[in-house]
């Protein structure tokens, strides 16, 4: 089956280079600073080597490990288990997104994630008063 990337990711780069990075106290700021310098450089690293293998794909390596970090990991896929297999092989499930154009379909995946949260057709929107942790390796220590 051949794998294709079913989505213009135009509007996502758009976004992302008219994006503000600053203070995070800014309303308008959508990237803050890292937590160090040697997160930073963790995170420069990886960039750094996805480029080396062969662009702007990121290994299946990075999309298994917690980052911590501006890393979107954006990969072809042939069916939906796929893309579970994918993303449940790991040994993190801190949060997870899914974006779709069909609901129906979303919904279900997001649910069958093994992260403690899953949004659907949007990223990081907290409750802050609604407790907010990990499973399985995620969030401990």
């Known amino acids: 089956m051949a794998k294709t990337l079913a989505v213009s990711l135009q509007p996502f780069h758009q976004r992302v ?3 503000t990075q600053g203070d995070p106290f800014d309303s308008n700021t ?3 600073a890292q937590v160090s310098g040697a997160q930073n450089e963790r995170i420069i690293g990886i960039t750094e080597q996805a480029k080396m293998r062969g ?3 990121v290994s299946l390596e990075v999309m298994i490990r917690e980052v911590s970090g501006p890393i979107v990991a954006i990969a072809p896929f042939g069916s939906v288990g796929d ?3 994918i993303a449940n092989n790991s040994c993190y499930g801190l949060a997870a997104g899914v974006f779709t154009s069909d609901i129906k ?3 279900p995946m997001a ?3 093994e ?3 899953a949004w659907v057709d949007c990223y990081s929107v907290i409750a802050h008063f609604v407790p907010f942790r990990g499973c399985k ?3 401990v220590g």
């Open 30 to 32: 959508l990237l803050g």
């Open 137 to 139: 390796d995620s969030s």
């Open 111 to 113: 649910k069958s994630l």
């Open 115 to 117: 992260a403690r949260t």
């Open 17 to 19: 280079t008219a994006s």
């Open 55 to 57: 662009g702007t794909y």
């Open 105 to 107: 379909q979303g919904l």
């Open 83 to 85: 893309v579970l297999r």
